[in-house]
């Protein structure tokens, strides 16, 4: 199943950037360290996040931001749920992730 997600805020830059689309597909391969997914955290169900898969621990992701000063990830909100991952920005320009 595919979906598109608007970037929110400068947490993945420089990978990502506010205002950028992505293509994000759920179910394929599974999800390893280093891909760019799409999750919930599981104490804040209701932010739909963008962030690197860092490590699989039991119950959950943690998930972490590009940006090293912004810190609203797994530091701040703990283990996470990935719904799945970003394979294609498509705007502003098409690149492969």
Known sequence: MWRTVLVHGPSMAPTLRHGDAVLVRRGG???????????????????????RAVRREPGGWWLEG?????????????????????????WPRPRLL
Do not use: M, Q, T
């Open 29 to 51: 391969r599974p999800i390893r360290p280093g891909d760019i997914v799409v999750g919930r955290f599981h104490s804040r169900p209701d932010l739909l996040v963008i962030k």
């Open 66 to 90: 590009d940006s090293p000063v912004v810190a609203d990830d797994s530091r701040a909100y703990g283990l996470a749920d990935v719904e799945g991952r970003v394979v294609l920005r498509y």
